[in-house]
């Protein structure tokens, strides 16, 4: 994922947020003549629930800007893609025992099924992803794992 695609994912995320708020947005200036796309207001939601557990809602939309461009919220996602693979699920409060005492009980629970070939010749790295919300992680634009909590 590079760095443009991960603020692209915050940002749109972020505009979720707003999208999903009930309050009233103004804007003062609409002769607007930048580039960028402008939106307002809520979206339409297109998935009610990634997450069936049903603790926390973890909902699709679409939104349509006023240069007509139609944007996905949070932002176009792999969860249900089922050739992206999930990353390793080391703690994870929802599923009942996703929960280790220590470092060392978390790692031995590492699979090396769990490994993604991105280069046979290359070296094997692992990386340690604490993510607040959903992530997806490519190398060389070869998808390597993804949040298995939406």
């Known amino acids: 994922m590079t760095k443009y695609h991960f603020l692209k994912l915050i940002a749109l995320s972020t505009m ?12 003062t200036n609409s002769s607007y003549t930048g580039t960028g796309s402008v939106t307002q207001g809520a979206g ?5 629930n990634l997450f069936p557990s049903g603790v926390r809602v973890a909902a699709l939309g679409t939104i349509t800007s006023t240069d007509n461009k139609t944007w996905e ?3 176009d996602v792999n969860f249900t893609n089922a050739a992206f693979p999930f990353a390793s699920d080391l703690y994870n409060s929802y599923v009942s025992g996703h929960g280790y005492a220590n470092s060392s009980t978390a790692s031995a629970a590492l699979s090396s ?3 993604v070939t991105v280069d046979a010749d290359g070296e094997v790295f692992t990386a340690y992803i604490f993510g607040d919300n959903y992530f997806e992680m490519y ?3 070869v998808p390597v794992g993804k949040d298995p909590v939406p």
């Not at 979720?16 to 804007?27: D, G, M, R």
């Open 16 to 27: 979720l947020a707003f999208a999903a708020c009930k309050e009233t947005v103004t804007i």
């Open 73 to 75: 919220l949070p932002a």
């Open 139 to 141: 190398v060389n634009g």
């Open 44 to 48: 339409t939601t297109t998935t009610a």
């Open 113 to 115: 099924s769990n490994i």
